[in-house]
């Protein structure tokens, strides 16, 4: 394998936990009453662009938000219409967290960094000026790895 791509993992934290269910507004009201988890806030639907393993589509979204109290977001995915790894995550008949999330500044560099460890790149988007990478690292990991990055000229809440 070729290494020539100066990147550390171990600098980075986990800032997000993805989950995907048909009803997010159930799954939400179950992890607010259940963990305590505080009221989640809920966008959409949203149609969106993507590029989903090389393709462009679209495909429309519900997401709802909330955050831990040692600052991680929980992020609830529910897929409404059109292609996407969710949609396909519901479709084998899954349902619960799906990907973990980390912030970088060079969302570029990552995705080749990960290339040249012969790990592709499954699905990629922008949402109000955050740039996204999912990356094929279910059968390494178990899970999905998602990358996100702002894009320049735009601060990070």
């Known amino acids: 394998m070729q290494n020539d791509i100066d990147f550390d993992f171990n600098a980075l ?9 048909k009803d997010i507004r159930k799954q939400a009201s179950v992890m607010e009453q ?29 997401g709802a938000f909330s955050r831990l109290f040692n600052g991680i977001e929980i992020e609830l995915v529910q897929p409404e219409s ?6 396909e995550f519901l479709d084998q008949g899954n349902e619960g967290i799906h990907h973990i999330q980390y912030n970088v500044d060079d969302l570029k560099t990552v995705i080749e960094k990960f290339r040249q460890e012969c790990i592709g790149v499954l ?12 990356m094929d690292t ?20």
Do not use: C, D, N
């Open 34 to 62: 259940f963990f305590g988890i505080p009221k989640f806030t809920v966008l959409g639907p949203l149609e969106m662009k993507i590029v989903l393993r090389g393709k462009e589509t679209k495909w429309t979204v519900t």
């Open 13 to 21: 934290k986990i800032s997000q936990l993805g989950y995907v269910y």
């Open 138 to 157: 279910e059968s390494l990991l178990g899970i999905i790895v998602e990358f996100s990055a702002i894009k320049k000229g735009r601060k990070r809440r």
């Open 123 to 134: 699905q990629t988007g922008t949402i109000i000026g955050l740039r996204y990478a999912y």
């Open 82 to 87: 059109g292609e996407s790894i969710h949609q």
